[in-house]
């Protein structure tokens, strides 16, 4: 059954540091998105992805984070200058568009210190 | 704007008692909505949608869900509850068309399945 990858599952990094989360959709699909969840909290959305350029942003996604599809798989978010308060558990996602449900990765747990 | 409303933060139900994970939605137009669930550590996984056609959906793990336009409700049911039930359970909704995509999540509601 086709998956979203995500990579790494888990990333330490120190407040001011640049990150980038990894991850691959599904091969056929054509939306991409990006999730954060605090501490098992609330799934909130960051950004979608359409045809290679954002569709659609939250107030969370400011000029601090950056997506890309590089190469036609890959679809990455950066997150320039780390704060404390960009713990969480990031999620990727890619749907086929339409009325269909949308696949999580398992998800990257960043710890910022 | 879209939103939902999962009004419990957590549900306790005994095994193999029915159970009932509430959800109300706000949507502009036809709504599609979704549940997932969350095992400790894990991703989202999907277990069921409502697209259109038949209020009552069924899913993955024996679970199904009654779509209520009048009430805008989408209660997550199980006939008997499991032990290994236990876990986050996320209700969403999306509204198209306009080319906007994302889904937009409940609270999410504690399940817990008392053996």
């Known amino acids: 059954e086709p998956e979203v990858t995500q990579t790494p599952s888990h990333q330490v990094t120190q407040m001011g540091q640049e990150v980038i989360l990894r991850c691959v959709p599904i091969s056929n699909h054509l939306y991409f998105y990006w999730y954060r969840q605090i501490l098992g909290q609330k799934v909130e959305f960051l950004v979608s992805f359409y045809n290679n350029e954002i569709s659609e942003k939250s107030e969370i996604f400011d000029d601090q984070f950056s997506v890309e599809r590089p190469d036609g798989s890959n679809f990455t978010l950066k997150i320039r200058s780390t704060k404390l308060e960009d713990s969480a558990m990031y999620f990727c996602a890619s749907s086929d568009g339409g009325a269909t449900e949308a696949f999580f990765g398992q998800g990257t747990r960043l710890t910022v210190v | 704007a879209q939103s939902v409303a999962q009004p419990e933060d957590q549900v306790n139900v005994a095994e193999g008692n029915p159970l009932t994970v509430k959800c109300t939605y706000s949507?502009?137009?036809?709504?599609?909505l979704f549940w997932y669930v969350q095992y400790p550590n894990r991703g989202l996984q999907f277990l069921l949608k409502y697209i259109t056609g038949d209020n009552l959906v069924k899913g993955s793990y024996g679970f199904e869900a009654e779509f209520n336009k009048s009430q805008t409700s989408f209660h997550l049911k199980k006939p008997s509850a499991l032990v290994s039930d236990s876990a986050l359970y996320f209700c969403a909704v999306r509204s198209l068309p306009g080319g906007y995509q994302k889904v937009t999540f409940g609270t999410g509601t504690k399940l817990q399945v008392i053996p």
């Open positions: 949507v502009s137009g036809n709504p599609y």
